[in-house]
């Protein structure tokens, strides 16, 4: 298994938000078995599972469902790092950065995937935490599309909002942050994570330029070698999660969209200990997961999300993976995951 890294620059201000929610940031730091000076430092290593259970409990400490937005208000674009920044700086037009976004955010931040869906509307900007290691990773993806809202409202003009916002969350017992942050059209209990942009957004220019560093990239890459090569599996994962809403994630699309053929995945796969059909499964499992234990939607519509033929198909798969009926593990969910405070 990949091990997936973040700088702790990524929880910049979460201990002043904590103590300002009357919460305890150090208790929140050890229930993620995180070192508390990594809430004062900006460059310790952090695995990317123990970040989410951070976030996760950080909520759950305040009694804030929308912690990560708070967050978000606290953070800028600069906490994902100065060479991801370097890599989008030189683009002309938001579409060309969300572009250029997309293509290099898993290089440089680890255990998470940005990717872009083409329609008629514009384009659904999609953001997924798949280093989760079976945590709620609510707060770090509302934390993550919030960062991304706060960066292109200051790209386009202050009163900015998406066309649509959907969160895979339940409704939230109030939606105030969530309309401040992103406007009136924010939907819960959706299939996916992310935010719908109209093309007149994507064409806009961008007047702030900043002077491309490559040394400060290549030092950075350097650095973390691990992120740039990543496993095929890891990259197969990526693909499938990309891919499984739209097409189900069949092998050839999957080998396509890494351009490469079905064979030599394949191969890379089975030199990598695992085969393409394991990793789909799994990921399948993972996402079934999620929706169960975070959304309201009803089986049929988890079924069909997840490409089954029918749901009694999805129910054995569920029950054959996990033990247990995907009923019975929403009940088990529900009582393990008690509903926060209203803010």
């Known amino acids: 298994m990949d091990t997936h890294l973040i700088r702790s620059m990524c929880l910049y201000g979460a201990r002043e938000l904590i103590a300002d929610l009357h919460g305890d940031p ?5 229930g993620a078995s995180i070192a508390s000076q990594s809430l004062d430092q900006l460059d310790v290593l952090l695995p990317v599972p123990k970040v989410v259970q951070f976030l996760d409990l950080a909520a759950r400490e305040t009694g804030r469902e929308d912690f990560g937005l708070l967050l978000a208000q606290k953070q800028g674009m600069g906490v994902l790092g100065s060479a991801l920044l370097d890599i989008v700086s030189e683009a002309t037009t938001v579409g060309d950065w969300l572009e250029r976004l997309s293509r290099y955010f898993h290089v440089l931040m680890s255990g998470a995937l940005v990717h872009l869906e083409q ?8 953001y997924e935490v798949t280093a989760t290691a079976g945590i709620d990773e609510t707060q770090s993806v509302h934390l993550g599309l919030a960062l991304l809202a706060r960066k292109l409202r200051s790209a386009l003009y202050p009163q900015w909002s998406p066309e649509r916002v959907m969160l895979r969350c339940r409704e939230p017992h109030s939606r105030a942050s969530y309309t401040r942050m992103f406007g009136q059209n924010v939907f819960f209990n959706q299939e996916c994570n992310g935010m719908l942009l109209s093309h007149q957004v994507l064409a806009h220019p961008l007047n702030e330029q900043q002077p491309f560093s490559r040394p400060a990239l290549l030092d950075y890459q350097r650095e973390n070698q691990q992120r740039r090569n990543r496993s095929p599996a890891s990259a197969t994962e990526d693909s499938v999660r990309k891919l499984l809403s739209s097409s189900g994630a069949p092998l050839d699309a999957v080998a396509l969209n890494q351009l490469q053929s079905r064979r030599t995945l394949q191969r890379r796969l089975a030199g990598s200990g695992t085969t393409f059909q394991a990793i789909k499964q799994q990921t399948k499992l993972d996402l079934a997961r999620k929706y169960l234990s975070q959304t309201d939607l009803k089986l049929s519509q988890i079924a069909e999300v997840l490409g089954f033929s029918s749901l009694s ?3 054995r798969f569920f029950h054959n993976a996990q033990g247990c009926a995907p009923k019975a593990y929403r009940a088990q969910a529900a009582d393990m995951n008690k509903r926060f405070i209203s803010p």
């Open 26 to 30: 150090w208790r929140v730091a050890h």
């Open 119 to 126: 329609h008629e509307l514009g384009v659904t900007v999609h």
């Open 313 to 315: 198909a999805f129910s």
